[in-house]
Nanobody, 122 residues
Framework: QVQLVESGGGLVQAGGPLRLSCAAS???????????MGWYRQPPGKQRELVATISRGGNTNYADSVKGRFTISRDNAGNTVFLQMNSLKPEDTAVYYCNVRRLRLGVELNDWGQGTQVTVSS
């Protein structure tokens, strides 16, 4: 069973940085192929939205609202994904979720973490 464990959320003042981590366990190098890893967020009272993704090939994609401020990366093993958030704004306040899209024996699966709260004070 695949588990995604996020860490690094918390309370920060506007303009400050935070770094989120998401460690994936239970992924088999024999039968799983990670296609995309990413971060989504759900602000209070709003729907979940894309923040950033990084593909198997290393291509990155960002929401317009975070471009130039956030950076997504992963470790060499490819099972941990990071989100470096700089110049945080109050509107970045949300629950941040880690996502892994993978192929297991040709079947596409989507895994989600439990979420980590990020609160940016003005």
């Amino acid at each position: 069973q695949v588990q995604l464990v996020e860490s690094g959320g918390g309370l920060v003042q506007a303009g400050g940085p935070l770094r989120l981590s998401c460690a994936a366990s239970g992924i088999s190098s024999f039968i799983d192929v990670i296609v995309v890893m990413g971060w989504y967020r759900q602000p209070p009272g709003k729907q979940r939205e894309l923040v950033a993704t990084i593909s198997r090939g290393g291509n990155t994609n960002y929401a317009d609202s975070v471009k130039g401020r956030f950076t997504i990366s992963r470790d060499n093993a490819g099972n941990t994904v990071f989100l470096q958030m700089n110049s945080l704004k109050p509107e970045d306040t949300a629950v941040y979720y880690c996502n892994v899209r993978r192929l297991r024996l040709g079947v596409e699966l989507n895994d989600w973490g439990q979420g980590t709260q990020v609160t940016v004070s003005s």
